[in-house]
Nanobody
Framework: QVQLVESGGGLVQAGASLRLSCAASGRTFSAYNMGWFRQAPGKEREFVAAMTLSGSSTYYADSVKGRFTISRDNAKNTVYLQMNSLKPEDTAVYYC?????????????????WGQGTQVTVSS
């Protein structure tokens, strides 16, 4: 069983950047597709970005396309989410998650293991 720990969240002003990290321990990290999701208060968990286990393909929600970049370093067992040009509507708890079969999807219930989340707050 893999364990995931997110970090890098914080309070920033609109237009700023943050880089989230998700460190994995346990089983072979390179065997997992990885996803980032977020959940704002009173809202459902929503897809942000995902990457195949090899890193060859990436997927983004329309709301973050062109601003956010997902990447992974399999040697460090870490996946990243670089967030640029942040907007107040990006405020949420951000979670990373693993998907052990098939290809990445935008459906949170397709993912198996989740981290505890990291808070991102963007002020206007």
């Amino acid at each position: 069983q893999v364990q995931l720990v997110e970090s890098g969240g914080g309070l920033v002003q609109a237009g700023a950047s943050l880089r989230l990290s998700c460190a994995a321990s346990g089983r072979t990290f390179s065997a997992y597709n990885m996803g980032w999701f977020r959940q704002a208060p009173g809202k459902e968990r929503e897809f942000v970005a995902a990457m195949t286990l090899s890193g060859s393909s990436t997927y983004y929600a329309d709301s973050v396309k062109g601003r956010f970049t997902i990447s992974r370093d399999n040697a460090k067992n870490t996946v990243y989410l670089q967030m640029n040009s942040l907007k107040p509507e990006d405020t949420a708890v951000y979670y990373c998650a693993t998907k052990t079969w098939g290809t990445p999807t935008s459906l949170w219930y397709d993912y198996n293991t989740w981290g505890q989340g990291t808070q991102v707050t963007v002020s206007s």
